[in-house]
């Protein structure tokens, strides 16, 4: 991670005072923002889609370079329908050229710059200004709001799985080193280091006894699967708050039956809260003021609801770096029906994998990725898993299983899987381990394929 001197900076307290008045002016009103009428909703982030285009013209080169060439004007972009004249980018696009993204209103000592953890290929670096940074906490608010009514109180204890230098510490330190309002209610605890592992996580709380635990998912299916054999038991909060990448199906079902509520939360360092599970528990809401989504297929064209296909974000917050029409390469679904929950935002399904998860047949041709994270992700008893196709006729599976497993019948399912749709001359090595190697960042990659894509 490079030098931030976002952090570095000794704020006078005039510009502290600024941004915590900034701070609590904005937070009003959020919690309950999602019972909004879906037209007040819609005018909203209309407002946000007119003023981030105009101000991507004047200040971004590659939109003003764009709309120049497409004979456009900011105009042209009255609703969040009108997006759809703008190409789409990706992140080869920021890897090859980041400073076309960028504003050239803000130096370099005015925005805090996020790198991804390069899990799936070269890293890339987005820049947030410092306002955004504070929406991002003012926006959290329309999560709060399901852990209060949770965990039954209005101010929450939280301890957080991580480290200082990943992106949710540097946000933090940054909010924190630019306003008042830290100073004057105090310090969450520091996180847990990823690195110290389960038996470390359990004895923070243990200490700590939070009301919410924060994490990756991939740590908290470790501690889940830790907390089946743990003398002294693991003391659970109420409820448990995950993101970056996913909980298996039978860790979520462990935490629900020590007790714990499990809530998700859809962010990504290009566009922070897009979206959070509310109390049902089976989808996504997304914050469509904010960052408005779009689920497309291999063509560009829209998904019918229902249909899995590639997540394009715009972020209409973060003026950074200005991204619009942006392939995440999450895949999902759009669902049209409302959710019982009252909350008046779209949904889409629970990500179901990345776009570049690729596996491949014995005859080389290219299978969704769902041919083996479905039947292995829902085998009972496995609490983590990782796909590693090492030629087109060989497979390894690595699974964590939770005591009582039944660990022959787990390798009968997910050889019978694999075989059905990659055919039968695959040799398919189910292996159990006692953990998965994790990336740099501390995440579980769930597929990973060393085949030459035809």
Same mark, same amino acid.
């Not at 179901?352 to 994270?373: I, K, P, T, Y």
């Not at 939770?402 to 399912?413: F, I, M, S, T």
């Given at each position: ?21 900034? *701070? ?374 690595? *699974? ?55």
């Amino acid at each position: 991670m490079t030098t931030q001197p976002i952090l570095q900076a000794q704020p006078s307290f005039f510009r502290r005072a600024y941004w915590s008045a900034y *701070l609590v002016y904005h937070v009003i009103g959020q919690a309950h923002y999602p019972f909004s009428s879906a037209v007040r909703i819609a005018r909203d982030r209309d407002r946000r889609v007119r003023r981030m285009v105009a101000y991507a013209y004047r200040w971004a080169p590659y939109y003003r370079e764009t709309l120049d060439r497409l004979g456009l004007t900011p105009d042209d972009f009255r609703t969040v329908d009108d997006l759809r004249q703008l190409p789409f980018i990706s992140v080869a696009d920021l890897q090859a050229d980041p400073e076309r993204f960028r504003s050239s209103e803000f130096g370099p000592a005015e925005v805090l710059a996020l790198s991804s953890s390069g899990s799936t290929g070269r890293p890339h670096t987005v820049w947030h200004d410092l306002a955004a940074l504070y929406q991002n906490a003012i926006h959290g608010e329309r999560e709060h709001l399901l852990w209060r009514q949770a965990a039954g109180k209005r101010r929450l204890r939280s301890l957080g799985i991580g480290s200082m230098l990943s992106s949710a510490g540097l946000v933090r330190a940054a909010t924190r080193a630019n306003a008042l309002w830290p100073r004057a209610v105090g310090r969450r605890p520091p996180p847990v280091a990823i690195e110290d592992g389960p038996a470390a996580w359990a004895a923070a709380l243990g200490a700590v006894r939070p009301d919410v635990l924060n994490a990756y998912g991939s740590a908290l299916s470790r501690l889940a699967a830790y907390a089946q054999t743990a003398e002294p038991p693991v003391i659970w909060p109420p409820l448990v708050r995950f993101a970056a990448d996913g909980l298996s199906h039978e860790a979520r079902r462990l935490l629900n039956r020590a007790g714990v509520q499990v809530f998700s939360g859809y962010q990504a360092i290009e566009a922070f809260k897009m979206g959070f599970e509310c109390d049902q528990h089976d989808a996504y809401h997304v914050n469509d003021d904010l960052y408005p989504l779009r689920i497309v297929d291999d063509e560009g064209h829209d998904c019918p609801p229902g249909v899995v296909g590639e997540v394009v974000v715009s972020n209409l917050i973060t003026r950074g770096t200005v991204l619009l029409n942006y392939r995440l390469g999450d895949l999902a679904a759009r669902i049209e029906a409302p959710c019982p929950c009252g909350r008046h935002l779209s949904r889409i399904s629970f990500v179901q994998g990345r776009s570049n998860d690729a596996l491949f047949d014995v005859n080389g041709q290219e299978v969704s990725h769902l041919a083996m994270a479905g039947p292995v992700s829902s085998t009972p008893g496995v609490i983590e898993w990782q796909v590693r196709q090492l030629a087109l006729d060989r497979l390894v599976v690595q *699974l964590v299983a939770a005591p009582g497993c039944d660990r022959e019948q787990a390798v009968q399912r997910i050889s019978a899987a694999g075989k059905a749709r990659l055919g039968q001359a695959v040799d398919i090595q189910v292996r159990f381990v006692d953990a998965i190697d994790r990336t740099a960042g501390g995440k579980l990659r769930f597929i990973i394929s060393e085949v030459q894509r035809p």
